[in-house]
Nanobody, 125 residues
Framework: QVQLAESGGGLVQAGGSLRLSCVVS????????MGWFRQPPGNEREFVAA????????MYADSVQGRFTISRANAETMAYLQMNSLKPEDTTVYYC??????????????????WGQGTQVTVSS
């Protein structure tokens, strides 16, 4: 059974930092591209960042470029999202996602097969 579980969310002041983690089980995560998405209330799930299975490429949404960094652990069972210079508009639930490795990084939710339950990030002004 494939499971992805996020952690690391919480409450932080504007300008602060958080590091989200995603634990992968039930599949050989080294064979999967990983992504992070978020879903503001009343809006569709939106792409945040993605990383290829072999870590040779990353991609970011314009809104987080230069502030967020996606990475993977050497053991490949973990994915991370380091979030710096957080803004109140970053407040929402964040999800990690996985899809079988491929040459292209997907920026839409339909491009991923596996999802975590999400972790809440709240940035106060």
């Amino acid at each position: 059974q494939v499971q992805l579980a996020e952690s690391g969310g919480g409450l932080v002041q504007a300008g602060g930092s958080l590091r989200l983690s995603c634990v992968v089980s039930g599949l050989t995560s080294s064979n999967y591209n990983m992504g992070w998405f978020r879903q503001p209330p009343g809006n569709e799930r939106e792409f945040v960042a993605a990383i290829r299975w072999n870590r040779d490429r990353t991609m970011y949404a314009d809104s987080v470029q230069g502030r967020f960094t996606i990475s993977r652990a050497n053991a490949e069972t973990m994915a991370y999202l380091q979030m710096n210079s957080l803004k109140p508009e970053d407040t929402t639930v964040y999800y990690c996602a996985g899809v079988w490795r491929g040459p292209f990084l997907r920026t839409t939710g339909t491009g991923y097969a596996y999802w975590g339950q999400g972790t809440q990030v709240t940035v106060s002004s």
